[in-house]
């Protein structure tokens, strides 16, 4: 034990103790010799100490006003998996002991003691969310006061229950609460207080925080609703942590290496569909993503679904669908310049819905390679006509080989197959462009949520 006013060898000082016990007033006289070697004696405060199994009321139809604050000093984990907050708190207690009193001037102007905590009478008042057995630690102190005021202050690592919602992950906000409340004393016998107002709580929390990592203190808010168990009302004090966390760990090693490899492979769209280095390009892509996906796995929750989830099954689909689509066209045009198929009525009409009135075909082949207004020679990539399906011989080689008739219906041949290859070729075009377009729009919208988010 030890005073804190300045030390006066060679008096003898008196300190005043008042017991006020119920229905009886007794006080008593100590000498405070020695203290400037031993502080003060603790004698003075033993009918105190006797009776720290009993709390400390006149009246015992008189509840105990207990204050509470505390001050959050560390975010040290968030379970996602098994829903708990690790936290540390400096907790502060003040209630007052009618028993305890004395006269400062006669103490040489001390006004506070401090005293060991055990062997005072402390308020139960535990966090109902809570874990964890109390892990603070022994051989605390508590600050009395010259008219009985008690300061009790405990470091203490709290693990409480809390409802993760990992949704927006990392975006998220999560709202954990802190309840606190005695574990025996009924309203009729304690009732709870703030030892200091909500905004100091909240700022000092804020200035103190002590981890620079993945969390970070939004606000601090209270509630005060009274419990009922059975017939027994307990009051209680419920605070309301909001945290959120640090996105950029998160943006810089999920988002944006995804992004980059969903630009690039839209990039992809503007080879060739029929040239041989498209669909090994795309699947290289797919490999990394998802390399990339088993590398990050570790950066996402162990449970629940959240939206970045969505995001990289929906970047890992649009991957997929474009390297069978890119399989499609590449064996489609194939088949076109070998042995072209006739084209679907429906399929014909969707065609010239989705293309230009300049390059749109009549409804019925036409001779000649003027069905689309271009001809398979100015499509990129595709070969010739006449490297596709042969030579047509001119009319004085047909005359020559002594058969006009069927050089006539070799050529109508030979152009109704160019026109098949021609809508053929169009309509890979067609499909590139509407699946590029769906990625143009995916990463637009990919990027407009992030923003949103992060700022919001």
């Known amino acids: 034990m030890e005073g804190g006013w300045p030390s006066r060898g060679g008096f003898l000082l008196c300190l005043t103790v008042s017991l006020l016990l119920q229905g009886t007033g007794d006080t008593f006289t100590i000498n405070c010799s020695g203290f400037d070697q031993h502080g003060v004696d603790p004698a003075t405060f033993q009918a105190v100490f006797d009776r720290k199994a009993f709390r400390p009321v006149t009246n015992l139809s008189l509840p105990t006003q207990v204050n509470i604050s505390f001050t959050l ?16 708190l400096w907790i502060t207690m003040t209630w007052d002991n009618p028993f305890i009193s004395w006269n400062p001037e006669e103490c040489v102007g001390s006004h506070k003691v401090t005293v060991l905590a055990e062997n005072l ?19 605390l102190i508590a600050y009395v006061s010259s008219g009985g005021q008690i300061q009790y202050d405990r470091p203490v690592k709290v693990t409480s229950i809390c409802n993760l919602d990992i949704f927006y992950f990392p975006f998220d906000q999560q709202n954990c609460t802190l309840t606190f409340r005695s574990f025996l004393y009924t309203v009729d016998s304690m009732l709870l207080g703030m030892a200091q107002e909500l905004w100091m709580i909240t700022d000092m929390s804020r200035n103190v925080i002590q981890t620079q990592g993945e969390w970070e203190l939004l606000d601090i808010k209270k509630a005060t609703p009274k419990m009922l168990m059975g017939r027994s009302l307990y009051d209680q004090i419920t605070f309301y942590v909001a945290i959120r966390r640090r996105p950029r760990l998160y943006v810089i090693n999920l988002l944006l290496p995804s992004s980059f490899l969903m630009a690039i492979d839209s990039l992809s769209f503007f080879l060739p ?6 669909a090994p390009f795309k699947i290289t892509l797919l490999l990394g993503y998802n390399v990339f996906l088993l590398m990050m796995n570790d950066l996402l929750p162990a449970s629940g679904t959240p939206l970045i989830s969505v995001y990289f099954a929906l970047c890992l689909s649009l991957m997929v669908v474009s390297l069978l689509e890119t399989i499609f066209i590449t064996y489609l045009l194939h088949l076109a310049t070998t042995q072209p198929p006739p084209m679907p009525h429906w399929l014909h009409s969707l065609l010239l819905r989705c293309t230009s009135p300049r390059k749109c075909c009549p409804a019925g082949p036409q001779k000649g ?48 197959k160019q026109h098949l290859v021609s809508l053929w070729v169009q309509f890979s075009r067609v499909m590139d462009t509407l699946l590029f377009h769906l990625y143009l729009l995916f990463m637009a919208t990919s990027m407009t949520t992030v ?4 700022n919001t």
């Open 121 to 139: 009478w402390l308020p139960d008042i535990l966090i109902m969310e809570s874990m964890d057995v109390d892990g603070a630690p022994a051989g």
């Open 73 to 88: 000093s560390a975010i040290l984990e968030v379970d996602i998996h098994r829903q708990l907050l690790t936290s540390f």
């Open 451 to 454: 923003i949103i988010l992060w």
């Open 273 to 278: 569909a029929e040239s041989e280095n498209r």
């Open 369 to 416: 390679n003027t069905g689309l207004g271009l001809s398979p020679a100015h499509l990129p990539g595709v070969k010739e006509p006449v490297e596709l399906v042969g030579k047509v011989p001119g009319p004085k080689e047909a005359e020559l080989n002594g058969c006009p008739e069927s050089t006539r219906a070799q050529q109508e041949d030979e152009a109704q």
